[in-house]
């Protein structure tokens, strides 16, 4: 079989109802990403930065996969397939895709503040136990936080997604806007040669290659995508 990467950003969940980042009413408009998005915001106000996750993780729940996430699932059928992406949601998961790797963290988990990247200490949440509050303890005993990589921390699965690409046949991007690093960097290490797709009803820059713009929304981007080149490459 034929291997696909896909890189997905914001916009892949944005047709499901969950806003983007930047760009008019982005997230990051109504809340400061220095407060609810580092480890200094965190340190300085954890409530509300529990809060800020508490009421997103519950906005997870209210919203389903659009059929772009069910498009890039159904992928699987015909290629190897590995969703590389930006978003915390569980979206590309519950539309079925069996091989993503969640570079900025997963919503419905949680994990140790104080070796936030440490497996034993991570933990799923139910959806009749969403809240996470001060006091909530982890196994190693220090509060529990968001498994949520944010800004200036480390990103462990980078190297798992770099990996991703070896003996790739064509790179997908989706709904992101390339502006953080080191996630936007992926498309650096995709061999030359190997054709590269990006979807996104807005401009997005991005250097070094040549790209097959599908200036659309997601869902209609893949199909455009599988009907006018994927179909070509099975
Ligand atoms: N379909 C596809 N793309 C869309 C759609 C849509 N229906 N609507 C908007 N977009 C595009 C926008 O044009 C933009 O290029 O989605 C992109 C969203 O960009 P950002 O909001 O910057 O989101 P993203 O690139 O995922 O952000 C990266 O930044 O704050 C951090 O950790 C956060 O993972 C996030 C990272």
């Not at 998961?93 to 440490?118: D, F, Q, W, Y």
């Not at 944010?150 to 190297?159: A, H, N, Q, R, T």
């Amino acid at each position: 079989m034929k291997k696909i990467v896909i890189l997905t950003g914001a916009g892949m969940s944005a047709e499901s109802g969950i806003s983007t980042f930047r760009g008019g009413g982005g997230l990051w408009d109504e809340y400061p990403v220095e407060q609810v998005a580092t480890p200094e915001g965190y340190r300085a106000n954890p409530e509300l930065v529990l809060g800020f996750y508490n009421k997103r993780r519950r906005q997870l729940l209210d919203v389903v996969p659009n059929r772009g996430h069910e498009l890039v699932a159904q992928l699987e059928k015909d290629f190897e397939v590995t969703v590389v992406t930006q978003n915390v949601d569980n979206l590309h998961e519950r539309a079925g895709s069996t091989n993503v790797i969640h570079l900025h963290g997963e919503l419905m988990k949680v994990c140790s503040s104080l070796e936030p990247n440490n497996m034993e200490y991570v933990e799923t949440l139910s959806p009749d136990n969403l809240d996470v509050r001060l006091g909530d303890l982890a196994a190693d005993g220090s509060q529990k936080r968001p498994f949520i990589v944010w800004f200036g921390e480390s990103v462990p699965l980078m190297e798992d997604a770099i990996s991703s690409l070896r003996g790739v046949d064509a790179f997908v991007i989706i709904g992101t806007s390339l502006n953080v690093y080191p996630a936007a960097g992926l498309l650096n290490y995709v061999p030359a040669g190997v054709p590269v797709y990006l979807i996104d009803p807005n401009e997005v820059s991005v250097s070094r290659r040549d790209v097959t713009v599908i200036r659309k929304g997601a869902s209609e981007g893949m199909q455009q995508l599988i009907d006018d080149y994927l179909f070509l490459l099975k």
